[in-house]
C-alpha cells in the first residue's frame, strides 16, 4: 500500500512539473500536485485504523488513486492566471477526473471487494476535486465567493460534527447526495469552460453551489429536527 500511495505521488508531481514547464504555470504546479494524493489517504486514516482487515488496496481503489494523479493534474493550475488555453486545459483534465468518478465503484461491486475504506478514499478526493474546482472558479473570476461553498460545505461539516454531539447522528440513505455531488462537479467544471458567453460561467457555477446549499440544507434541517432524540450506538 505505502509503495503505491508513494508512487502515485510522486507520478504527481511529474506530472505537475512537466505541466508546469509546458504551459508556464505556477512555479508551486508541482507541489499543490504533490499533496494531493498524501492528503487524501491520510484523511482515511482514522477509518483504515478502524477496519485494518479492509485497507488494502484492490482493483477499486487502484483506479481511486489513478484518478488521484488527474486531480493533481487539475491543482496544478491553482496560482496560475487564466487564459482561454489555460482554461481548456484545466476544464479537459477535469473532466477526465470526473469521468473516472464512480469506475472505482462500479469494479468495486463487480469484484465483490467493496470496503468502508474504499469508500472513504473516493469521497475524499471527490472533496479535494470539489474544493480545487470552486478555488479555480473563484479565483478565475467565474463566481464570487460564494462559489467556495461548494468545497468548504464537507469541511465545516466534519468540523461541526466534531464540536456538536446531535451533527453526529448517521444520516440515511439517500441518492440525492450522490446527484447533487455529481451536478455540483459538473457545474463547476463548466463554469471553467472558456464559453463565449461569461454570463454561462456564472451560471454553471450558481448551479452548483445552488444545488450543494439545497442538499446540505435538507441533511442539516434533519439532524436540527432529530437533535433532541438520544443517538443509538
Known amino acids: 500500500m505505502a509503495f503505491l500511495v508513494t508512487s502515485v505521488g510522486l507520478i504527481s508531481i511529474a506530472v505537475g512539473w512537466y505541466l508546469q514547464q509546458e504551459l508556464d504555470l505556477s512555479a508551486a ?3 499543490l500536485a504533490g499533496i494531493v494524493t498524501p492528503l487524501t489517504v491520510l484523511a482515511c486514516e482514522p477509518v483504515r485504523r478502524r477496519t485494518p482487515e479492509h485497507d488494502r488496496m ?20 491553482i496560482g496560475t492566471s487564466v487564459t482561454d488555453s489555460i482554461a481548456w486545459w484545466a476544464s479537459g483534465l477535469a473532466a ?4 473516472l468518478d464512480g469506475l472505482d465503484g462500479f ?6 471487494s467493496e470496503t468502508d475504506y474504499g469508500a472513504q478514499l473516493d469521497m475524499e478526493l471527490d472533496s479535494i476535486m470539489m474544493l480545487v474546482l470552486s478555488v479555480l472558479a473563484f479565483m478565475w473570476g467565474r463566481a464570487g465567493l460564494w462559489v467556495l461553498f ?11 460534527y466534531m464540536c456538536i454531539a446531535w451533527f453526529r ?14 451536478i455540483g462537479g459538473v457545474g463547476l467544471l463548466l463554469s471553467l469552460v472558456p464559453w463565449a458567453i461569461p454570463t454561462l460561467n456564472t451560471v454553471f457555477a450558481a448551479t452548483a453551489t445552488a444545488t450543494l446549499i439545497f442538499s446540505f440544507g435538507i441533511d ?3 439532524l436540527i429536527s432529530q437533535r433532541k432524540r438520544p443517538i443509538s450506538c
Do not use: D, H, Q
Not at 447522528?169 to 455529481?182: G, H, Q
Open 29 to 31: 504546479a508541482p507541489l
Open 58 to 77: 484492490g482493483p477499486a481503489n487502484v483506479v481511486t488513486l489513478f484518478r488521484a494523479i488527474w486531480v493533481s493534474a487539475v491543482a496544478c493550475f
Open 96 to 99: 477526465v477526473a470526473l469521468a
Open 107 to 112: 469494479i468495486a461491486r463487480r469484484t465483490g
Open 150 to 160: 461548494c468545497g468548504l460545505a464537507r469541511y465545516a461539516w466534519i468540523a461541526a
Open 169 to 182: 447522528r448517521p444520516l440515511l440513505e439517500s441518492f440525492r447526495r450522490k446527484t447533487a455531488c455529481v
Open 220 to 222: 442539516l434541517r434533519w
